[in-house]
């Protein structure tokens, strides 16, 4: 039993009403009113928490069923929902739940339950079900320990809280952006019944698919002149972009990529956004591979094709963590020479400071062209981005400011001259960095450059 509002209000009424009247009394000579008024106070105040224990009873009586829907694996970096579902009895019902979930899963959208006065309220109806949802907000991967609810149930005369705890113990494991990953699996299949439809009428792509009759708009230059003759009407060449191509990302898991970047390490979103491509590469038809590493290969996926890549690169890249060690980029490189001798695109995600720090990169992305399509992705912090474009008011600030167009200007030069040897860039904000990359590998495949 637990006291609830009201009952203290009565209590100290019924006090504040006992002192008055001894008050009154106590100017008079008779003690044995003075002693009558005490008693009374006494004897409300034992009725009032007597009707408290009586009332937390009833409570037990009248307790509502709540259960946790099971656990799906969580995504980090996003808001993932959870479910309760309360079930009332014959009489409505006030009360208030936490969810035991993992401490460092961060705030939820909703007030966050980590204490019953910050815990959910809930007030239901005789024989109604709800379903409550709050959010959780995972910053590592791994698995984790979720607890059981606590729940308090007021009473039907609003004196005391029924307070229980109802067990739902269970691990949950924090994946990488699965979240993501479906909602880009959804947007590629209506590409796929969209836009490379289009661009199959526009003649881009090199594999044959099938001849069409001739549309008004159609490119003459895909005309098959040959079928033509034989059918008398024009017939076109449909194309497609070609499949069966080799994608391989590298991943950096050295010092740069441990930094925090928009809640998360800057490896996080390194490791979102190659599963992000690696996804669109599969959903292409290509054959995808991955490689971790530092100073060393720390973990290789060969290149295949096909449903069961995108499982398997999930189970293998999940636990790896960053760690504070300098990459080794000549070793990297020269490991995918070795293991993949066919022309691919190479794809580094990483993040560049300067030319100077960045030297052993322009050396190592330059000895893949032009056997291989190197592509260098460069995960920014949009913090410097946000302290060079604010305006300097005190002195402090302008040093700010100065330092952080230093390290762009310095970072654009780093950019400019990997590009000068041949090396695709994209450089982006690590919290968007997955879109932008997915929509430059599309855009490569529609123009036939792998």
Known sequence: MLPAARLYQLILAGTGAGLAIALL??????????????????????VVLGLGVVDAQRGRSRRVSVARRPLDKLSIG??????LTVTAGNAPALLKLRDDYPANFGRPQAEEPLAFREAIQCEIAPQETREITYTVFPKQRGVYAWGDLYLRQLGPWGLAWHDWRIPQAASVAVYPDLMGLRELSLRLTLQTSGNIRRARRMGMGTEFTELRDYSTGDDLRFVDWKATAR???LLMRVLEPEQEQTLVILLDRGRLMTAQVAGLARFDWALNAALALALAGLHRGDRVGVGVFDRQMHAWIPPERGAHQLPK????LTPI????????????????????????????????IDQTASAELFGAMAQLAPRYLPFCVALRDRRVDDRANHPAEDVQTAYSR?????LLAQRQLALAKLKQRGVLILDAPADRISTQLVDRYLQLKARNLL
């Open 231 to 233: 059918k008398s009407r």
């Open 25 to 46: 009394l106590s100017g008079q000579t008779r003690p044995s009113g003075l002693a009558i008024a005490l008693g009374l106070t006494l004897l409300y105040d034992g």
């Open 313 to 316: 690169l999930l189970a293998q």
């Open 321 to 352: 963590e960053p760690v504070f060690q300098e990459p080794d980029y000549l070793n990297a490189v020269t490991t995918v020479a070795q293991r993949q001798t066919r022309r691919a695109l190479v794809v580094l995600l990483t993040d560049i």
């Open 402 to 406: 100065a330092v952080a167009l230093d």
């Open 78 to 83: 996003r808001e993932n929902p959870v479910h």
